[in-house]
């Protein structure tokens, strides 16, 4: 059974840096594409990033190109998203997903496991 443990949240001030990490128990995360999603107070779950399993390519959305960066370590069967330049408007649930596909997704139904989540708060 694939289990996700997020870890790594909390509260900065805006422009600061988190970095979050997704463990993944009962796979391995090189046979999974790895996903970070994000969802904030009365807004659907949303796309932030991913790593394919193909080609190990990290994938962003627009708005946080340039600030956030994910990777991927076989050895600590981990992916991380270290976020930089930090604004008020990440504040949300980050959430890590793993599928098999072997094509990138950005619909949140297209993944079969989740984390429980963690917190980001951006203060102004």
């Known amino acids: 059974q694939v289990q996700l443990v997020e870890s790594g949240g909390g509260l900065v001030q805006a422009g600061g840096s988190l970095r979050l990490s997704c463990a993944l128990s009962?796979?391995?995360?090189?046979?999974?594409?790895m996903a970070w999603f994000r969802q904030a107070p009365g807004k659907e779950r949303e796309f932030v990033a991913a790593?394919?399993?193909?080609?190990?390519?990290?994938y962003y959305v627009d708005y946080v190109k340039g600030r956030f960066a994910m990777s991927r370590d076989n050895a600590k069967n981990t992916v991380d998203l270290q976020m930089n330049s930090l604004k008020t408007e990440d504040t949300a649930v980050y959430y890590c997903?793993?599928?098999?596909?072997?094509?990138?997704?950005?619909?949140?139904?297209?993944?079969?496991?989740w984390g429980q989540g963690t917190q980001v708060t951006v203060s102004s």
């Open positions: 790593i394919s399993r193909s080609d190990s390519y990290p």
């Open positions: 009962g796979g391995t995360v090189s046979d999974y594409l």
């Open positions: 997903a793993a599928d098999k596909s072997w094509t990138v997704q950005a619909a949140p139904g297209n993944y079969d496991y």
